[in-house]
Each structure stands twice: as C-alpha cells, then as structure tokens.
C-alpha cells in the first residue's frame, strides 16, 4: 500500500514514515529545522516526540513560545537523550526499544498521530560506532513498522566520514542543514541483499537449510509469469461473476477467484519462507500492532478454507492498539502456518476456530480444529524439520520447525494438544510490550 505524503517541513514533504538521517554543520541551522519540523507536525495534528539534549531543547522552547499557543506547545513531548539513549555510547538496542515503546505507546493507545526527533551523541570509540551502526539499523524497520516519521540527528562535525557513510544503509533519505536527498546506499524493505541473517548465521543451520532453498529457488523463477495469468484469472472472474445472472455459474466463477487467491497466496508463502532464511530483517524485533496483520491472515485463511468446504470461525478479542515485540513478516508466517494446517488436516465441512486475547503479559493466540488428530509418538516429532504428520497431505514438513525457530527467536511458546480423530488445538503466547483489556 502506497504511504501518504507529508509535510517534513514547510517546504519539503516525504513519505509518512519515513527514516531520516540529518547530519548538521551548523548549530543554529539545527534549530531552525527541529522548529520547523514541529510546526509541520502540528499543521498536521500530530504530536512530536523530541528526544533531545537540555541545552538545545531550551533554545527550540524559546522559539516556539513565539509562535506557538500553549495548548500548541502540550503536544510537544521533551526525553532527555543521555536518559533514553544511555550515557554516550550505551547503545543496547533492546533497552532502547524498550523506552522507544515506553514513548509511543500511549499514542498507539489513543490513536493519535506522532512524529520523532532524536539527537544521538557521538563519542569517539569504535565499540561506540559498532553498537550504534546496530541500532540505527534495527531502528529503521521498527519506526517503519509503526509508520511514524522520524528524524536522527548527529553532529557533522563529530561522527566519522566512514559512519556516515555505514549510516546511509539504514536511513531512506539524508538531510543536511539546507538540503534533503534519497539515500542511494538505502537498503529498503523490498530490495534487501540476499545474505543468511546474522541472527542464526551459522554453519549448523545453514548447511540444514540449504536443500530446502534449493527447492525454492524455481519458485522465484516462476512466480511472476505465473501470477500475471493468476491477475488476469481474478479480475475476469470478478467481472464475469457480476453480470452473471445464473446463481449456480456465479458460484463456479466465485471458486475460480478464490482458488486463483489462494494460489496466488501459496507463493507468497513460500517465498516468505525463503526469506525468514536469508535475509536478516526477517529476524529483526520490531514494535508490532497485530490487528491488522492478523486481519490480513484471516481474510485469506477464510478464502482457503471455503474452498476446501471448511467453516473458518474467528474471534479477536483486543481494542487494536496492543503491541508486540516480532515482526510482521514472521507474525503472518506463524499465524498462518498454524491455520492452514489446521485447514488442511481438518474433515470436510468441519470447523476451525481462530480466537485471540490477552492475560496481563501476553497475547495468546489459540486455534482449535475437529479434524484427524495426531498420536502421542506424533506429538514428539512435530517440531522437527521435514517431519510430515500425514503423507496424504501436501507439503514439505518443515512449517511448524520454522514456526517454532520464530516463536523461540521472539520469545514466545507454543503448546499444542491432540488426540488421533479428536483434532488438535495450538496455543502461542508472545509477550505484550503493552496492553489494555477490550
């Protein structure tokens, strides 16, 4: 989905949830565009987030009083930047997300539109530059996942060429104190290196994972010709459907589209798995609302179910603006693992039940089918690579290992009771950052 455009400042508007590094050489120059900034955010409605020295957020408060009425100047949060980033160089990126949620949090909550500005002190040590050439890297895909603006600021005159530089990989543009470019080193969301992710870059479990890659790689090389025709199947069908007046061909053109939608989501999948095992932003821990991913697993979860005469009963009981710490990509790969195989073992015209809540520290997700079970000995082999529970199914045995590899990565649980033609039921649990009881 395309992101809305937005004022940066006066004068320059960007994509809303944009990363930006800002490299300053003139101090006064800095505060002329952390004010302009805010004016923006305000224009806007939103409410800006200013992690910031106290020395400089006095000089951008004295401006403001200038301009800004006193109800403007409430929606302008101060952090002191030593407290939230740690005391020059203490760059531990799960603290710092920690306070990041801790900051945003009560925006999520109140659904109300924010922007964030941050100064990053520099100190010349080279454990400093290594620490913070992680965090701005895991920064940039957790601001992106919330959709919140956000600027770095660093001193131009402190931070090393060849860190600025490194820097650009992570951050979608660069500012200046007078101009704003796009970032041509940016490694976006869509065009990522293909390099093992260096959370489980290992010998072990590349060498476990290779053959498996291997199989994947002709879906790569098919699937765009395929889904072109697949477009062209659904748009038809839909058209054709409509002027139909025939209820019996209209439900044979429905079948069409919706087997054409879960073809099509079939490849998504498997290159999604491709992904969890080379790229490193699979693994990334971001701050994550799972409403609308989970919604969006459960639109074509419903479609795959109807085509294979299965009733698909789901029930979320959150108000939508919880937060959790994983990341999109994964999140949908867990959900919808668990419920297509809970679709595909069940018997026709049974039911598989979807509900999601909440205790005081975890989401709890919960699927529940009436299908063929699974013995004790099953049981014991269930997370295991390549293991099949059922030859007469299709598949490669290796979805639930990669739910579990996930789930353990985002520390989460999983439990799973069964008894052979009494169905199955899957509980995961994953820690909250933040929650309230609908």
Known sequence: MAREVISLTQDISVADGSHILYFYDSPADYIDNVVSFIHAGLHLGQHIVLIDSTARFELVEQRLKETLTAEEISQIHYINNQEFYGSYGDFHFERVLERFSDAVQPFVDNRVSVRLWGHVEWREQQEVLSKLNSYEHNADISVSELGYLTVCAYNGHEVPAVFQTEMLKHHEFQMTDHELVRS?????????????????????????????????????????????????????????????????????????YDYAIVIDNEISH????????????????????????????????????????????????????????????????????????????????????????????????????????????????????????????????????????????????????????????????????SAKKA
């Open 184 to 256: 041509n080193l940016y490694r976006s969301a869509t065009i990522k290196p293909t390099v093992f992710p260096s959370l489980s870059a290992s010998t072990r479990m590349k060498s476990e994972m290779d053959l498996y890659k291997q199989k994947l790689e002709f879906v790569h090389v098919v699937s765009h010709e395929v889904r072109n025709p697949l477009t062209i199947i659904k748009a038809y069908s839909s058209l054709l459907q409509n002027d139909e007046p025939d209820e019996s061909r209209r439900r044979k053109l429905q079948d069409i």
């Open 270 to 433: 498997i290159i999604s798995t491709e992904q969890m095992l080379s790229t490193e932003s699979f693994w990334s821990k971001k701050m994550v609302l799972p409403v609308p991913l989970l919604q969006e697993v459960l639109d074509i979860m419903s479609i795959k179910a109807r085509t294979q005469n299965i009733r698909l009963q789901a029930t979320i009981r959150l108000i939508g603006t919880e937060t959790i710490r994983c990341n999109g990509m994964g999140f949908k790969l867990i959900i919808s693992n668990i419920l297509s195989n809970a679709i595909k073992y069940s018997h026709e015209n049974g039911t598989v039940h979807f509900q999601c809540d909440l205790d005081d520290r975890s989401l709890i997700l919960e699927v529940r089918d009436e299908g063929v079970g699974m013995t004790a000995d099953q049981l014991t082999r269930l997370f295991q690579k390549y293991e099949k529970m059922n030859d007469d199914k299709s598949g490669q045995g290796i979805g639930l290992y990669m739910v579990k590899q996930l789930l353990n990565h985002f520390d989460g649980e999983i439990t799973v009771e069964s008894r052979p033609e009494q169905g199955s039921t899957f509980q995961i649990k994953l820690p909250l950052f």
